[in-house]
């Protein structure tokens, strides 16, 4: 073994070393937001997560799982599973700089020692500044597949980079193997490691060819051919086929299930034996490599078989149940998310087809009777042609309806336009919001720097990057000196001034200009670089108004251009031999300032807000949530991070398994209902009377709510329909039932939209689900109204609950779920801490505030039971996720607060408020509208100091923004007259709470600062 490749070796685990090292120091110790709950939960019991599934991943996290002392650190070592894999791939990232840069600096055999040390240092620089860049930081310490799947592209990539260096060699098409085996194994972590399929073409096409401009063009056609492949024809194509041929075999032949399946597997592993043994016989080298390669990339795709194994025996997590191949080819088509259209489709306005406006989609098979039979085909909207365009972007209204008002802030055009928008306008979304916000904006966080780690949607407050270069981030976004102190102090406000883009850019001149096999390298880089990146960008046609960032879909992309930062050291060399002129102390130098301009000006700015060590946030808020409930309790929860952090403590750590956690989206799915009416550990089967027959997919799916005029009598009388017979109604299946009086139509509906829930008082006492003393307080009746036109089938089934618990069990709501799971039950809910009890009490509340509040109950939860995840340690991070929770905390310690004082308990109030102080304080969570009700209730509680400190602390950070958005008018955008706004609605809100309190010297110092604020805001 040379010099060079000891050192190579060596440096490469070295940087291996300091890049774990980094990551186990900053791991978050458990359970993290988002899908993380999912995939440990997931992995711990091989179980099933949603579509398209990660089965490969769960194997390996499943394996370093085994190696937890306790259920409490499972997630602790799954995550660092995802630190080594980040460790690795800093690895794979220096060996393929290392081999780029071997091409640039040494013409023949013989290797001197600078020249070691030049390739050596260009790896270093490179592997170290990917290591601390944001993204990929960000995925290395927490529990997801991205991490693991950087892994994939990294080795794939150095794998091709092997084969090169060894081609013509025997054996020298192991690594091509090799290659597709990983590929196939990669499917079962992310699809994004294919988009590496290209880069991989393109080397092994200038290895071994001549390259000319129509033979690159042929071999970029092979390429994508092969990307197509596999990602439409390999992944669902064997499955469809399996399905198919067991369609036959059981409908036709009438053979049992899966038949068809173990014939077709049969005939493709003969058809491959004997295609490989032919090859090899009649000394087919090339098609003998592609029928091996594709043998072993179906090896590795088959740890898909771990999904059906493992949804066949029904765990307690099992989304879409994809236990046969029709429900697996389901699954990994990601149906239930519906299409981007990504060629032709409609624009966002396009009215439906006049003559049809829906058409048939694919049919849905179930096994029934020995046979698989059509369920429902499910109809598809059919939009007006002339609405159509090709490479459509602007194609939705979105969930909340709100798609238009971003389309026309991002082109132009009118929210409400009904003409048909320009292609124009088309392409200046794609180029505004989907490449410039959402790709080149991620790009810059990693490469320039981030102003804060809050989410935006536009403008130039927040989430933008910027360089901490004054003129060019004032010219930008304005004067950034003059932004709120918290703002200048959050954790993501990152600064990088160019250098990583600098030197990335300098090493992507220095290889397209340095040689012929540059030129080649450079556009294989370059390649990848675009297929992970724009090409991301292309595919995922991503509409506006997304739940989170979007950075992590583009790690291979930042991958690739640190190559270039890599390959930049090179250029820097170039120019310190000319001006030190002796390589001994040239290539220190240029090591030295590279180092310390990029790799350590990254872990220096980027530390403090990708540490997440002692952060127990997302557990602890979990274990709040289950905590909130009564034994036997039914939690009602809507979102990712109020329902995965709770499958995990549950299912790992075995926390309050006696809670059944139903989430109200999954709730209007067959599968789903299916598994609610099971027993799961502790919880027995949910109280649901409905039959499958009456909830299948494609029936009910939408239960309309109309007003029948002849009951319009009997619904006043009563106060409302009963609820029991409004159900029967609804799941009956006479035709009298589905007929609209007045219309020919006939449909699933309600035929009244108040409804009336009749409570047997006794039953309520004896389950416990009020006390005695509360007793007078209960209603004959619940009555309510639903003022939407329908109800959805989660609805349909959660009305279907309430009649058959009849109290038996405790009925919780998240405090996350939006008003629309209410399904109008609202006005009898009672806050207990994370979660609201549906009680048999009305409350009436004039501050529009949802139900009552037991302080008891919510007391003890808060002041004594509930955990906090360290999140008022002055070390640990507060990320923008556990930012927006913060918010819903502060206001749940407000309404106890001011329930307390309602009681005359004054001293259990202020502790309330002192503890919630503690816990979220100004310097993590900026106060904001709810810390000036704290405020109020602090003067309600005569404890006028505490209430006029945090009254001037919310005064002078008002007066900072106000002061900071009226230097913005030159770059303004819709969002500043609304900050202005708010920000003067609140500062005189603060001018009405210290009047209204006697409080006279803060009164008038805000008063004045209101009277200048507005006259500057006048003047704006």
């Not at 096409?205 to 024809?233: C, D, I």
């Not at 690739?560 to 002129?581: D, E, M, P, T």
């Not at 979990?622 to 952090?645: E, K, Q, R, V, W």
């Not at 945090?950 to 030159?970: F, G, N």
Request: glycine share 6%.
């Amino acid at each position: 073994m040379s010099k060079y490749q000891k050192t190579n070796i060596i440096v490469g685990w070295i940087s291996f070393a300091i890049a774990a090292v980094v990551y186990f120091l900053t791991l978050e110790p458990t359970v993290s937001f988002w899908d993380c709950g999912e995939f440990i939960t997931s992995a711990y019991k091989l179980e099933i997560g949603h579509a398209p599934g990660a089965p490969f991943f769960l194997l390996l996290a499943r394996f370093f799982s085994m190696f937890a002392s306790g259920t409490e650190n499972v997630a602790l070592m799954i995550n660092s599973m995802s630190g080594l894999a980040s460790a690795f791939t800093i690895l794979f990232l220096f060996w393929t700089i290392t081999h780029l840069a071997k091409k640039l600096v040494v013409a023949g055999d013989k290797i001197s020692e600078s020249q070691i040390w030049t390739i050596i240092g260009s790896g270093f620089i490179g592997a170290m500044a990917y290591a601390f860049t944001d993204t990929f930081w960000f995925s290395a310490v927490e529990g997801e597949v991205y991490a693991t799947s950087s892994l994939f592209t990294a080795v794939v990539f150095w794998c091709v980079l092997k084969w090169e260096n060894e081609e013509g060699k025997a054996y020298a098409n192991r690594w091509l193997i090799l290659i597709a085996y990983l590929m196939g194994l990669s499917i079962g972590v992310h699809l994004l490691n294919l988009l590496a399929i290209p880069a991989i073409v393109m080397v092994y096409y200038f290895k071994k060819y001549k390259p000319s401009r129509n033979g690159v063009l042929k071999a970029l056609g092979v390429a994508l051919l092969l990307l197509a492949g596999a990602m439409y024809v390999i992944i669902p194509g064997v499955v469809k086929l399996a399905f198919v041929f067991d369609l036959f075999f059981v409908n036709v032949i009438g053979l049992p299930f899966n038949s068809g399946a173990y014939v077709f597997i049969i005939l493709l592993i003969s058809g491959l034996v004997f295609g490989i043994r032919y090859t090899i016989s009649h000394g087919k080298v090339v098609l003998n490599t592609l029928l091996t390669a594709l043998t072993v990339v179906l090896i590795g795709y088959s740890s898909y078989s771990l999904i059906m194994i493992r949804s066949a025996a029904n765990p307690g997590l099992d989304q879409n149940n994809p236990e046969d191949l029709f429900s697996l080819l389901y699954y990994l088509n990601r149906e239930q998310y519906g299409d981007n259209p990504l060629v032709y489709g409609e624009y966002f306005n396009a009215p439906y087809d006049e003559k049809e406006s829906y058409v048939d989609g694919k049919d849905v098979y179930i096994k029934k009777d020995g046979k698989y039979v059509v369920s429902y085909t499910p109809k598809k909207p059919n939009y007006s042609s002339s609405y159509k365009t090709v490479f459509p972007r602007m194609y939705t209204k979105g969930m909340t309806g709100r798609n238009p008002e971003e389309y026309a802030k991002w082109t132009g055009l009118k929210a409400d336009q009904k003409t048909k928008p320009s292609f124009v306008q088309n392409l200046d979304f794609f180029f505004s919001y989907q490449i410039n916000y959402m790709y080149i904006r991620y790009f810059m966080w990693n490469f320039s720097g981030r102003q804060s780690d809050r989410q935006s949607y536009s403008g130039v407050v927040d989430g933008n990057w910027i360089s901490g270069i004054p003129f060019v981030d004032n010219y930008r976004l304005g004067d950034q000196s003059l932004r709120p102190d918290h703002m200048t102090n959050n954790k993501g406000n990152n600064k990088y001034y160019f250098l990583p883009l600098l030197l990335g850019l300098a090493g992507l001149l220095y290889q397209y200009k340095k040689s012929t096999n540059g030129k080649k390298d450079f556009f294989v880089v370059f390649l990848l670089f675009l297929l992970t990146g724009l090409a991301i960008v292309v595919y995922l046609n991503q509409p506006p108004l997304q739940p989170r960032e979007r950075d992590y879909a583009y790690v291979g992309s930042f991958y690739a251009f640190s190559v270039w930062i890599g390959l930049g050291f090179l250029a820097v060399l170039q120019v310190s031999k000319k001006v030190l002129r002796k390589d001994k102390v040239a290539i220190p130098a240029a090591f030295t300032l590279c180092l310390l301009a990029v790799p350590a000006l990254l872990v220096q700015q980027n530390w403090d807000d990708h540490d997440r060590s002692d952060r127990y946030v997302a557990r602890d808020l979990a274990y709040d949530y289950l905590n909130s409930c009564a034994p036997n309790a039914i939690l009602f929860t809507m979102g990712d991070n109020d329902t995965f952090p709770l499958w995990y403590l549950q299912e790992v750590e075995g926390v309050r398994t006696d809670v059944r956690v139903c989430n109200l989206m999954y709730l209007t799915a067959d599968w789903y209902i299916d598994q609610m009416k099971q027993k799961n550990y502790d919880s027995d089967p949910l109280p649901i009377s409905l039959t499958k027959e009456k909830y299948l997919a494609g029936k009910r799916d939408v239960v309309y709510v109309l007003d029948d005029p002849r009951l319009k009598a009997y619904v006043e009388k009563n106060g409302g329909l009963d609820l029991k017979d409004a159900i029967e109604y609804a799941a009956s299946e006479k035709e009298s039932t589905k007929k609209i009086y007045g219309y020919d139509e006939r449909i699933d509906h309600f035929p009244a939209n108040k409804f009336r829930l009749v409570i047997d008082k006794e039953q309520v006492v004896k389950t416990n689900t009020l006390s005695e003393k509360d007793s007078a307080k209960i209603v004959n009746q619940m009555e309510w109204e639903v003022k939407t036109n329908y109800v959805d089938k989660g609805g349909l089934i959660l009305y279907d609950m309430l009649v058959q618990n009849n109290w038996k069990r405790p009925v919780y709501f998240s405090i996350t779920v939006p008003s629309s799971g209410y399904y109008g039950l609202e006005d009898y809910f009672r806050l207990e801490g994370f979660a609201y009890r549906l009680v048999p009490i009305k409350f009436e509340n004039e501050e529009m505030q949802i139900g009552g509040v037991n302080t008891d109950v919510m007391y003890t939860n808060l002041m004594n039971k509930f955990k906090w995840g360290n999140m008022n340690h002055p070390d640990v991070y507060i990320d923008e996720t556990t930012s927006r929770l913060c918010t819903n905390m502060r206001n749940n310690f407000l309404r106890l607060s001011e329930s307390l004082l309602d009681e005359g308990k004054r001293d259990s109030a202020v502790q309330v408020l002192d503890k919630c102080v503690e816990l979220v304080p100004n310097e993590k969570v900026p106060f904001d509208y709810l810390a000036i009700l704290m405020a109020q209730s602090y003067y309600r509680a005569a404890e006028d100091e505490k209430g006029n400190q945090m009254i001037q602390t919310i005064s002078d950070r008002l007066v900072q923004e106000l002061d900071y958005y009226m230097t913005l008018t030159p770059v303004s955008t819709s969002e500043f007259p609304r900050l202005k706004s708010r920000d003067l609605a609140l500062l005189q809100e603060l001018y009405r709470i210290t009047n209204q309190y006697n409080q006279k010297e803060l009164n008038r110092k805000i008063e004045l600062e209101f009277k200048r604020l507005l006259e500057s805001y006048k003047k704006g």
